[in-house]
């Protein structure tokens, strides 16, 4: 069943990081979302994937993992500790929200920000209830794969030949409950037609299954 959202701008840590929340009126989980290198909050495909959680009753929030300045360092953009660390204050600063705390949490991570968002749910495993991988580049949290305690979905389009590969090696790191899925015929950016909507759909059934707000 189709549901009605309310969108409001936020503003996330220290670092005043923008940000935008989507709230359904009766949400059964958070899901927050860690970009990939020189994307951001308004990410497109993010934001596609994010309207469609919501829809179906999810609360997303879509938010800056650099300020702007820190943005024009391109080190900054593969620092995956320090994007580790900017989604650990997201998800505190949600646990922390009053309309939000009561809420199970999810990550969903594109390209380098499914490193970020692994190392995020190694370092917060009672707050961290399931983990989505989109394209992601899992490899570059080797360290934490190990330390990962939610259950994780990788997601890989079947033409990304390399990327495969490194959700393969990464898959076999992961203690947790873990499941690789490769959807035919997509490319890296997931653009082809159908494409986006089988990542959507995979990721719903994913935070469906595991994030539950009662």
Same mark, same amino acid.
């Given at each position: 069943?189709?549901?009605?959202? $309310?969108?409001?701008?936020?503003?996330?840590?220290?670092?005043?990081? =923008?940000?935008?929340?989507?709230?359904?009126?009766?949400?059964?989980?958070?899901? +927050? !979302?860690?970009?990939?290198?020189?994307?951001?909050?308004?990410?497109? #495909?993010?934001? !596609? $994937? %994010?309207?469609?959680?919501?829809?179906?009753?999810? *609360?997303?929030?879509?938010?800056?993992?650099?300020?702007? =300045?820190?943005?024009?360092?391109?080190?900054?953009?593969?620092? +995956?500790?320090?994007?580790g660390d900017r989604v650990v204050e997201? +998800?505190?600063?949600?646990? /922390?929200?009053?309309?939000?705390?009561?809420?199970?949490?999810?990550?969903?991570?594109?390209?380098?920000? *499914?490193?970020?968002?692994?190392?995020?749910?190694? %370092?917060?495993?009672?707050?961290?209830?399931?983990?989505?991988?989109?394209?992601? #580049?899992?490899?570059?949290?080797?360290?934490?794969?190990?330390?990962?305690?939610?259950?994780? @979905?990788? +997601?890989?389009?079947g033409l990304d030949d390399e990327v495969?590969?490194?959700?393969? %090696?990464?898959?076999?790191?992961? #203690?947790?409950?873990? /499941?690789?899925?490769? $959807?035919?015929? *997509?490319?890296? @950016?997931?653009?082809?037609?159908? %494409?986006?909507?089988? $990542?959507?759909?995979? *990721?719903?059934?994913?935070?469906?299954s595991h994030l539950s707000a009662g």
């Amino acid at each position: 069943m189709t549901q009605s959202f $309310v969108e409001t701008a936020v503003v996330i840590g220290q670092q005043g990081l =923008e940000g935008v929340l989507r709230k359904p009126s009766q949400p059964q989980g958070l899901v +927050i !979302f860690a970009h990939g290198s020189g994307s951001s909050r308004l990410s497109p #495909r993010n934001s !596609f $994937v %994010a309207e469609e959680l919501s829809k179906r009753g999810f *609360a997303t929030l879509l938010f800056d993992l650099l300020t702007e =300045e820190e943005g024009r360092d391109r080190r900054n953009v593969f620092d +995956i500790p320090l994007l580790g660390d900017r989604v650990v204050e997201a +998800i505190e600063w949600a646990s /922390r929200n009053v309309a939000l705390r009561e809420l199970p949490i999810g990550l969903f991570g594109a390209s380098t920000g *499914a490193g970020a968002a692994l190392v995020a749910s190694a %370092a917060t495993p009672a707050l961290v209830s399931a983990v989505v991988s989109r394209g992601g #580049r899992p490899d570059l949290a080797e360290e934490a794969l190990p330390l990962v305690k939610a259950p994780t @979905l990788l +997601i890989v389009g079947g033409l990304d030949d390399e990327v495969i590969e490194l959700n393969r %090696a990464a898959l076999g790191m992961l #203690r947790c409950e873990a /499941r690789l899925d490769i $959807v035919p015929g *997509a490319t890296h @950016l997931f653009e082809e037609a159908g %494409a986006l909507e089988t $990542v959507v759909s995979l *990721a719903i059934k994913w935070f469906g299954s595991h994030l539950s707000a009662g």
